[in-house]
């Protein structure tokens, strides 16, 4: 069974929306902590995961052509499956190291599975495999 939850933040310039559905605690958790990942723009409470320096370690070819400033994290991950593994089938811990080379910054392991996720459920990318097995690919070229 899903459930649904909205939850507005305003910080008196904007405001932002968004509308959970989740069908389990601890799905909603995590994308509860994905929207104020966002809301905070990636501040933590102790910092230590949020790497705010771009630096690096690989620069593939297409990542010239994008202002990594302006893509939010799940915009990068997007990018990183459609430029980097059109038609290949990728598994999200590899698609964690990959992340955290290509972009010079950590991704947690939950917040990637919760992109991977809504790509699924939004047509963007088929999954195959158990859930310890999981892989995924893209299927909007």
Request: hydrophobic residues 30%.
């Amino acid at each position: 069974m899903h459930k649904k939850i909205k939850i507005e933040s305003q910080d008196g310039k904007s405001k932002k929306v968004i509308l959970l559905e989740a069908s389990s605690y601890t799905d909603a958790k995590e994308q509860l902590l994905d929207f104020l990942e966002y809301v905070f723009q990636g501040e933590t409470e102790n910092n230590s995961d949020y790497n705010s320096e771009f630096k690096p370690e690989y620069i593939p070819d297409w990542l010239g052509d994008y202002n990594l400033k302006d893509l939010s994290q799940k915009d990068k991950v997007y990018l990183l499956i459609k430029k980097g593994h059109p038609k290949d089938w990728v598994r999200s811990t590899h698609l964690q190291s990959e992340y955290e080379e290509v972009y010079g910054e950590t991704i947690k392991l939950s917040s990637l599975s919760t992109y991977l996720y809504r790509f699924y459920e939004h047509g963007a990318v088929d999954r195959r495999g158990s859930r310890a097995q999981r892989e995924y690919k893209l299927l909007v070229y």
